[in-house]
């Protein structure tokens, strides 16, 4: 019971989309639960041979409170003596096929058009297989299949039902192998749990039901190296989906049927918590388009990703110029990474809330399951190497303008810098056409004023009006030109004017973004030639820190605890995010306790269609809290 419980918990907190509620007359079926703050206190109802019910009250206290012998054992057993079906997802199959009211009676059956009077509806089950006893033939084993789901699953929503009622709980988890994402079972158990609640209590599931006891082992096995110390994150590589009828994982065969056939966890060195500066962890949602909702934008994404896989994976091949098996691994990347594409196609749902950032994220995941930790250092090199040596006569040339010229040259170099984005088709072919193309080229791109979302004038009247910021947390974006000739120029501007700054880059690499041990380098040599940087390095009022994350998107419920720490101690009050990755797909409507700024250039000719600009549109978003 122990392991069950800490497994539970363990996907409740660490799991983004580990949980969902099941609608199956809605457009979209799984409708996915952000990752609470407060899990507790909830009911789980434990579905294998029989039921368990236990009262999760916090980590360590629990008690089992009830439990029914009818549970998947008997569904399985008498399903094996009605329709000598043997295994057990073959009886689900049987079910999926069935019609249960051939077999079962229902209201109208008995009541016939009196039924409204009872303020029941004609059509739920009255007796279950109550039509045998009268019928004089036999019943498909479909049909029975499907009845004997249906009487198995009702018992148990009404049985959890009454437990979370009479304890007053409003959440009920289903674990256990039973459910199996079967929709059948899902909409019985949820439809029993709406209609004996009248709707007070939530029926939830889980995508990774069937793990709870594992996980809960492993985790009570590596107590002495203290787990709770370090977060947890699901691999989509390894990872087979939701309902997923074929996973990739490569080189397994799938030897059975069943749900689910992998779970790979990896572990994340340091702990992850919410920016302390989110206005309402529990309704944060960082993405800013559901891709499971949206079939259009859905359909032009994964096609987007599946066109730009080819270049990946030469991109793959070419940064190991000197490992003779760089190609062969490429093309398993290619291979691995389009299944998954077409599995998402099928089953949106399969791995939680599908999002550009989740597609992302698996391409990251995909590439270093075949050893490709950093395609893109190479160009990164080259790239910090040229725009280092045109530091200095940007900032001279940044210093000979006026106050509020330079502000708005700034801005405009901030712009210019995100531009080099080769994550970005409409960039990419550009750079890899156009070697010459450099900051000055980046800044004739940019839409001209009035931007596509643009509250600069209310940026510079906080500027002129308001009091300098006590500290700034920057969210860098790429690395080349972006850091080194857009952010570091603005990162120089506030701390003249007396602003602590914290520059965050990512801790792992993904696609051409900076991360932190190369902030490390490049702030190195900007101080070598930067007096101003320099000095508040020294006196560290310039601190370089890692986000915790290795995605080219940004989740700030899951940021490095160091950082969080850092925010507080700091009393920061302006956030800055930049970047499309970072700024529009995800965070675009993040409400935050403090002023933020959240900059980006549209360079993706789609979504500038649909935000209603043209590409290289560009976003300048000032926000303050309402007080």
């Not at 509620?21 to 079926?29: G, L, P």
């Not at 703050?37 to 009830?66: A, H, Q, R």
């Not at 073959?90 to 019609?99: M, N, Y």
């Not at 979504?607 to 303050?624: H, M, N, P, Q, T």
Request: aromatic share 10%; hydrophobic share 40%; net charge negative.
């Amino acid at each position: 019971m122990t392991c069950l419980i800490k497994g539970c918990n363990f996907l409740l907190r660490n799991i983004p989309h580990e949980v969902f509620a099941y609608q199956k007359d809605s457009d979209t079926e799984f409708r996915f639960q952000t990752n609470h703050p407060n899990i507790f206190p909830y009911l789980l109802v434990n579905i294998g041979s029989g039921v368990s019910i236990v009262k999760v009250e916090s980590e360590d206290k629990f008690e089992w409170i009830g439990g029914s012998s009818i549970g998947g054992g008997t569904f399985w057993g008498l399903g094996a003596l009605l329709t000598k079906t043997k295994k057990f997802d073959e009886l689900l199959q049987l079910a999926s096929k069935g019609q249960h009211t051939n077999v079962d009676m229902l209201v109208k059956d008995v009541y016939g058009g009196a039924c409204q009077t009872l303020g029941l509806s004609g059509n739920l089950i009255a007796s279950s297989f109550g039509k045998s006893t009268t019928a004089d033939k036999e019943f498909s084993k479909e049909d029975m299949a499907k009845s004997l789901l249906h009487m198995i699953s009702n018992d148990i929503g009404q049985l959890a039902c009454l437990y979370a009622k009479l304890h007053n709980l409003n959440k009920i988890y289903f674990g256990g192998f039973f459910i199996r994402g079967h929709p059948v079972t899902m909409r019985t158990i949820t439809f029993s749990i709406n209609f004996f609640s009248k709707g007070e209590v939530q029926a939830l599931f889980l995508r990774h039901e069937g793990y709870l006891g594992a996980i809960g082992a492993f985790l009570k096995g590596a107590e002495q190296d203290n787990p709770n110390q370090y977060s947890w994150g699901e691999n989509y590589a390894g990872s087979s989906g939701l309902m997923s009828t074929s996973p990739d994982v490569y080189p397994m065969q799938r030897s059975r049927s069943g749900t689910f056939d992998m779970f790979e966890m990896d572990r994340l060195e340091r702990p992850l918590v919410n920016l302390p500066l989110l206005k309402d962890p529990s309704t944060y949602i960082p993405d800013t388009v559901d891709l499971t909702d949206d079939a259009m934008a859905r359909k032009y994404w994964l096609t987007c990703f599946e066109e730009a896989l080819d270049g990946v994976a030469k991109r793959a091949a070419a940064s190991q110029p000197d490992s003779v098996d760089a190609p062969e691994r490429a093309e398993k990347f290619r291979q691995k990474y389009w299944n998954k594409l077409q599995t998402l196609r099928q089953q949106p749902f399969a791995y939680g809330t599908l999002t550009v950032r989740s597609l992302l994220d698996t391409r990251e995941h995909c590439l270093n399951e075949f050893n490709f930790p950093d395609p893109y250092s190479k160009v990164k090199q080259k790239e910090n190497g040229i725009a280092l040596k045109c530091f200095q006569s940007v900032i001279e040339s940044l210093d000979s303008l006026g106050w509020e010229e330079r502000q708005f040259a700034l801005v405009k170099g901030l712009l210019a810098g995100n531009v080099f984005d080769w994550g970005a088709k409409a960039v990419s072919d550009v750079l890899e056409c156009e070697p010459q193309f450099g900051f000055e080229e980046a800044k004739s791109k940019l839409q001209e004023r009035p931007w596509l979302e643009d509250s600069y004038s209310q940026w510079l009247e906080r500027l002129k009006e308001g009091p300098p910021h006590k500290c700034a947390l920057i969210f860098a974006d790429n690395s080349g030109i972006d850091i080194i000739l857009g952010v570091f120029p603005f990162v120089r501007e506030l701390l003249s004017r007396g602003t602590e700054v914290i520059l965050a880059c990512n801790s792992g690499p993904a696609l051409n973004d900076v991360t932190y041990s190369e902030s490390l380098i490049v702030a190195e040599r900007i101080a070598a030639m930067d007096p101003v940087i320099q000095s508040a390095l020294r006196e560290e009022k310039l601190l370089l820190v890692q986000t915790g994350s290795s995605s080219p998107c940004l989740d700030l419920s899951r940021l490095d605890k160091g950082l969080a720490v850092l925010v507080r101690e700091r009393k920061t009050d302006l956030v800055i995010i930049e970047g499309m990755g970072r700024a529009i797909h995800t965070n675009y409507y993040a409400a935050l306790k403090c002023e933020s700024l959240k900059l980006a250039v549209i360079k993706n000719s789609w979504l500038a269609d649909r935000l209603g600009g043209k590409i290289f549109s560009v976003i300048f978003k000032y926000e303050v809290p309402c007080k």
